[in-house]
């Protein structure tokens, strides 16, 4: 039996929502709320369909031949869900039911988990940018091109972030989560401008959720060579 109002965890910050036990990213951040509410509808939906067994409850995923229309409105900080479809309960029935359905969408304005390490400043590594004689136009373009693959690498990992960058003399600190990412990126400055790269690692204590391993925290330097030894580097 599908609920005729539902509740959804949408993050108030990068408007995640949280369905199925995973946060998802919206597409469109301007229109989070409907997406939202669509995504927490159609995981909620259960249509009947007469087995062997007796009468079942499925996902609309189990359901064959389903036609289904799902429009979300929003109203007053709600969402109004008009729910259309179109199907047979058994496959012998000569003609299909049709059924319509409203369901309220309530959203529950919370931080997500990586926007709560976000606003806590949390990270796995140092990402240290040096090099001699850096104009302040290269560095930000150095910047730009790491937020940018830490923009790419988000897409696919959502605890993949810059949480602050620090202007140093001689260059910057990205302060990135996970490690893999300041690896990454550390790499990105290898091939576009032949830095080299030295990792070291510092023990700040032990991970009780791991059983007691020791942790690190990672710091990553890419050299970037002088400019006379180097073409791009200017």
Not at 116 to 139: F, N, P
Not at 186 to 205: N, P, Q
């Amino acid at each position: 039996m599908t609920p005729t109002e539902i509740q959804v965890n949408i993050c108030s910050r990068c408007k995640a929502y949280f369905i199925d036990k995973m946060w998802h990213e919206p597409n469109d951040k301007e229109s989070a709320l409907e997406e939202a509410a669509r995504a927490a509808v159609l995981s909620e939906l259960r249509f009947a369909q007469l087995t062997p067994a007796g009468m079942k409850s499925l996902s609309m995923h189990e359901v064959k031949g389903l036609e289904l229309s799902v429009e979300p409105k929003p109203i007053a900080g709600e969402v109004m869900v008009d729910v259309h479809a179109r199907g047979k309960v058994h496959e012998l029935q000569v003609s299909p039911q049709v059924e319509h359905v409203t369901i309220t969408v309530k959203p529950r304005w919370i931080t997500c988990d990586v926007c709560g390490l976000l606003s806590a400043g949390h990270h796995e590594a140092i990402l240290q940018v040096r090099g001699k004689e850096m104009s302040s136009e290269k560095r930000m373009e150095i910047k730009l091109m790491l937020e940018q693959s830490a923009e790419e690498a988000r897409k696919k990992d959502r605890s993949a972030f810059i949480s602050k960058i620090e202007e140093k003399g001689g260059g910057l600190d990205l302060y990135v989560n996970p490690t893999g990412l300041a690896r990454r990126m550390a790499s990105l400055l290898r091939a576009k401008f032949g830095a080299e790269i030295s990792e070291t690692a510092k023990l700040i204590g032990m991970d009780r959720d791991r059983g007691g391993m020791r942790k690190f925290k990672i710091s990553v330097l890419a050299r970037l060579p002088d400019q006379g030894n180097s073409g791009d580097f200017k």
